[in-house]
């Protein structure tokens, strides 16, 4: 059986990750302060569906591409 790349989250992460967020701090030190990959931390702000386009959550200033927006479902 395969390891898994990331830890579970806790409450207390998910937390951490919602107050972290709320701070508008950049991605790269969310993930820093949570001991995460920032793929793992994008994963879970799409999942909990924090996430509002936000350009300082882009991996590089350069690409600028990377911003995370949520998936409106209900677009008719």
Request: net charge positive; with cysteine; hydrophobic share 35%.
């Amino acid at each position: 059986m395969r390891k898994p790349l990331t830890k579970p989250w806790s409450d207390g992460d998910i937390a951490e990750l919602r107050q972290l967020y709320s701070r508008q701090l950049p991605l790269w030190r969310i993930a820093a302060r949570l001991r995460r990959p920032q793929k793992s931390v994008r994963g879970k702000l799409q999942e909990l569906r924090c996430a509002v386009a936000r350009p300082e959550l882009s991996d590089s200033d350069a690409a600028g591409t990377h911003e995370i927006v949520p998936e409106d479902r209900d677009t008719r």
